[in-house]
T-cell receptor, first 112, second 111 residues
């Protein structure tokens, strides 16, 4: 089945550790995005990529890094520089940059 | 002012009622508009795109008013299964083409 797969679904991180969240899509979409959602709040854009080997910072990129080496994959690394990383992380993709986006099931990251 | 603003609700309505949500956006260069639905602790899912002439999908009707910069969603004959948070989403052409999400309006449909 075509879709967007995020893994893991739940992730626990110790303070000071870097963690990488996986996002894979087999929809042949060009654009991919990472959003963060905090309880009772809307989605905030972390990074986005319109094409392979290119990505742009969103509104809250500090403390995060991404790569886009393959069209299908857009992993997000949450670094120790991110001061408040506990959140629900959502990856999305869209067929063209002016089309609607489709989401993966999300990763819940908790710092312990 | 937020780029996309929505009344957070909750809107508590009886089953069978008609309910309407509004959303305002601040950037006049916004070109694409969408409504998403998000269930508790789940990912957002596309409900419908919003076209300039307005569009309908079953019990759902979306309208766009570019002059006043607002978008609306009307739900007729509400079902218990419509209970969710409805997110207004705007895409601005140029400047990154990013999607900007409202914080959502919570709907609770009751017996």
């Amino acid at each position: 089945d075509g879709g967007i797969t995020q893994s893991p679904k739940y992730l626990f991180r110790k303070e000071g550790q870097n963690v990488t969240l996986s996002c894979e899509q087999n929809l042949n979409h060009d654009a991919m995005y990472w959003y963060r959602q905090d309880p009772g709040q809307g989605l905030r854009l972390i990074y986005y990529s319109q094409i392979v080997n290119d990505f742009q910072k969103g509104d809250i990129a500090e403390g995060y890094s991404v790569s886009r080496e393959k069209k299908e994959s857009f992993p997000l690394t949450v670094t120790s520089a991110q001061k408040n990383p506990t959140a629900f992380y959502l990856c999305a993709s869209s067929p063209e940059f002016d089309r609607e986006a489709f989401f993966g099931q999300g990763t819940r990251l908790t710092v312990v | 002012r937020k780029e996309v603003e929505q009344d957070p609700g909750p809107f508590n309505v009886p089953e069978g009622a008609t309910v309407a949500f509004n959303c305002t956006y601040s950037n006049s260069a916004s070109q694409s508009f969408f409504w998403y639905r998000q269930d508790c602790r789940k990912e957002p899912k596309l409900l419908m795109s919003v076209y300039s002439s307005g569009n309908e999908d079953g019990r759902f009707t979306a309208q766009l008013n570019r002059a006043s910069q607002y978008i609306s969603l009307l739900i007729r004959d509400s079902k218990l299964s419509d209970s969710a948070t409805y997110l207004c989403v705007v895409r601005v052409t140029g400047g990154g083409n990013k999607l900007t999400f409202g914080t959502g309006t919570q709907l609770k449909v009751e017996l």
